[in-house]
DNA sequence: TAGATTGTTAATCGATTAACAATC
DNA sequence: TAGATTGTTAATCGATTAACAATC
């Protein structure tokens, strides 16, 4: 095809990112169907995207199909997993053992989620110390110790607005390089770490508002 | 203040109307606090955005402060409930009682949240019939009677990955024009639904390959 | 006043889409 | 071949930020 006249390797987004994810997703499940090949547009459509957006990202990400038959299931699966995947399961941690912490942790062991918990932690010396899921509950004081010990990179907090800062302070401080906040609070930005909110409060708030207009 | 030349209608952005979300969230934590004014960059640092921005997103609610004193506190929380919210309490129906709707009827139930969850549904007949944290549990077929007689607006899906696009059509069909979706999977568009994905795997995937990197 | 802040536009930045030669 | 698809850039679109007169 066309010259290629610099690798150009931007920093890439979060979006492309997060739609990297959703091919993957689209990709598994064309292939559990035997489906051998699809073509950018059907992946677009699949995930809401356009077909010249599939295949700028999959150009990101260096993997190419041909004319003839776009781009091979299997092939292309892989190349996602290559470019967004630890070489092992990758283990995170999660703290808040409440109503959704617990229910998060059940998403997981059914599953759906390619990455998996390696440990939950609460405050509350009620709910530490048993097993929930197969994940056993630690204090906060145990932190430091399991983060370490399972070379933890993600953490995802579940506990209440006004813990949540020093939640995320306590995983920052033992290492954790990346969060996913479902407390309805913004957290401090710390440079290195990566924050993602899940603020369930706030997108209720505007799905209401654009079911309005 | 300078010369005012058309009042320029554009369309909002789920983005503005997120970040209204916000402020109001840390205007009601000021005016706890008793705090009277604020200042564009005082609340700009709250949710890590940038002061012009604040004033930018202000100014198209058409709410206006000084140069002396900033933003009152509580005039300001009252233009952005004028601007977002129904004249009352809006109610929203839940669509799969699992744990994960099960854990979001909690969240309701402490009053975090702005909206009231009128119905709970689910298909399994083992669940309905049922009370959740003061929430009736009903089958799918009651779906049309009670988002008619609630004047439904808003639905949330908190179903499995392979019963979300069902369930949506029936909410859909049953008049609801906004979504929260909690299923790994984007739900085929429908024009005049807003529809919002909450994808925790994605999420989770997004936030491993930045901590990564 | 001097210094800080607001309302508002222009400039900038980044992401998406349109377009098209190369290819099968 | 004719028609469809890919890889790739240019054009477009939209959102954010910089800048500054007006104001207190």
Redesign the pocket.
């Known amino acids: 095809?066309?010259?290629?006249?610099?690798p150009?390797k931007?920093?890439i987004?979060p979006?492309?990112i997060g739609?990297l994810t959703l091919y993957r997703r689209a990709l598994r499940d064309l292939d559990r169907r035997g489906v051998m090949h699809?073509?950018?547009?059907e992946l677009a459509r699949s995930i809401n995207?356009?077909?010249?957006?599939?295949?700028?990202d999959?150009?990101y990400i260096?993997?190419?199909?041909?004319?003839?038959?776009?781009?091979d299931v299997q092939m292309l699966n892989n190349s996602i997993g290559r470019f967004l995947d630890m070489p092992q399961v990758e283990p995170v941690v999660i703290v808040g053992m409440g109503n959704l912490g617990r229910a998060i942790l059940t998403l997981f062991s059914t599953g759906q989620v390619g990455l998996t918990i390696a440990a939950a932690f609460d405050s509350d010396p009620q709910k530490t110390g048993r097993v929930h899921n197969g994940c056993r509950c630690y204090g906060m004081d145990q932190l430091n110790q399991v983060v370490d010990d399972h070379k933890i990179n993600v953490g995802i907090l579940a506990v209440p607005a006004d813990a949540a800062q020093d939640a995320a302070d306590s995983l920052v401080r033992a290492g954790v390089r990346g969060l996913v906040n479902f407390a309805p609070t913004r957290l401090r930005p710390v440079p290195g770490v990566y924050i993602e909110d899940i603020d369930l409060t706030s997108t209720l708030e505007k799905v209401a508002f654009f079911a309005r207009i």
Chains 1, 2 share one sequence.
């Open positions: 095809m066309p010259n290629t006249p610099v150009s931007h920093k987004s979006k492309q739609r699809v073509h950018s547009h995207a356009s077909s010249a957006q599939v295949r700028r999959l150009m260096e993997h190419t199909g041909t004319p003839a038959h776009g781009y």
